[in-house]
C-alpha cells in the first residue's frame, strides 16, 4: 500500500505556503486617484465622474500578488465595475504608476 501523500510531500508543502498575506484590502486615496486618473486617459470620463466612478467600483488590492515563474511579483489592483459582475479591469504597478493589463 503506498504512503499516504501527506508523508511523502510535507517539505514542498511547506515551501509553497505564503509568507505573507493574500487577502485584499480596500484600495487607499492614491490608489483611486491613480485609478480615477486612468478613466479620465480614455477620453470619456471628466475629472468629477472619474472619481465619483472609482470611488463606487468594487475595488480590492493585494500588496503581494505573484504568479508562477516567470510573472509579475508585486501590487495588483482588481476592479468590478457596477455594470454587471462581467465588467471588469485589472492593474499593476509600473514605476509607482497604475497600469492597465490586458485580456489575454
Known sequence: MPWPLSYHFPIFIMAIQPTTSQAPRSPNDEELKQL????????AYDEEFATITASTAYVAVFDHYQTGCPGYCGKLLAVVWDGSPSTYDVFVWSNGNIEHVDRQ
Open 36 to 43: 480615477a486618473g486612468w478613466l479620465q486617459s480614455l477620453g
